[in-house]
């Protein structure tokens, strides 16, 4: 990876952290004001385009020959799931309504955000193939949709896990759910067609045409509680949560980004492996097996 | 009732579980896989 843009996506994450997280930290225990002067909508902001723009530098610059910049990402990614696990678990109140299930929100939230997210990336990948055929994207949309497929199942398993205490029921085909049990299954549809394709670049043309057809799925999970009439809640923002919950939502939130970059480089890293052994030149004959071909 | 969900701890607890239970195996997945990878790579070579 090019050194300069690692070291920018990192500054871009540090400034995401600094305003979603620290400046709440110092707001709520230290009694500092760290916010340099931006409101509460400014610093959101940054944290939200500065986590988006460290993960879309870091796919692009990654080339592939570094292991040690993923590991750290991943072991970042654990302590803040861990500092975000603990606040959720041990620290914010109950809520009002749901009570300790409300709990299950400070991982099931920031999970859906990086499923679409991962899914974002595996259709911007497609389409930065299908434009240049580069298979260095082949690899980056393998990786991508392999982490969003984990991520969505890891959705819908929560999801269940909450919707049983608050619908009195494990699953309802609400129309959220079912967009996103479709998103699933679209996308791990995806990965089976590559397992079925031998010849690397129909599979790649053909995984990255797939990915464009099921990505049309991703606006409609996100917009699915606005559109229809779902017993899903709608989307939240810094208005409609709490204080007290912002911590652990934003800790695991930079938790799973960061978990979910170091997965989709280290992923990656296996699929440009082996798309560089199938798409090496056979090894050359010498004049005695030549002659035995012939 | 009153709209009020109460206990529900087992529940809280469960989700946790399953959320470092499936990020833990699927690390490890990665890992092993991107190992058997390297060392075919280099047997190749």
Known sequence: MKRNLFWLAIALLAAAVYF?????????????????????????LVAFLGG??????LLIADDFSNLS???????????????????????????????????IMYVHVPT????????????????????????????????????????????????AI?????????????????TTAVLLFAFLGILALRKFVDDPHRRAMWSAVATIIAYV?????????????????????????????????????FGILLLMMAFIMLRSRITALRLKHELAPPPALDEAELGEAV | MNGVVTGGWNFVVAAYSVTGLVLLIYGV?????????ISRAAKER
């Open chain 1, 20 to 44: 979603g997280l620290l400046v709440t930290i110092g707001d709520q225990y230290l009694h500092a004001d760290l916010s340099l002067g931006l409101p509460v909508v400014a610093r959101t």
């Open chain 1, 52 to 57: 988006l723009a460290a993960v879309v530098i």
């Open chain 1, 69 to 103: 910049r993923p590991k750290a990402l991943g072991i970042a990614g654990v302590v803040f799931l861990l500092i975000g696990s603990y606040f959720g678990l041990f620290v914010a109140p109950p809520e009002q309504f749901m009570g300790e299930t409300q709990r």
């Open chain 1, 112 to 159: 859906a955000w990086f499923a679409l997210v991962a899914m974002t990336l595996a259709f911007a990948a497609a389409v930065v193939f299908l434009f240049g055929g580069n298979h260095e994207w082949d690899a980056r949309l393998e990786a991508s949709i392999e982490v969003g497929v984990v991520l969505a199942f890891l959705l819908c398993c929560q999801g």
């Open chain 1, 162 to 178: 909450w919707a049983k205490p608050t619908w009195g029921v494990w699953w309802d085909w609400d129309p959220r759910l079912t």
């Open chain 1, 217 to 253: 799925d991703v606006p409609i999970v996100y917009f699915s509680v606005k559109w229809w009439n779902s017993l899903h809640q709608q989307q939240s923002s810094p208005n409609t949560v709490s204080k007290p919950f912002w911590i652990p939502l934003r800790a695991n939130a």
């Open chain 2, 29 to 37: 997945t990665i890992i092993t896989r991107l190992r058997d990878e």
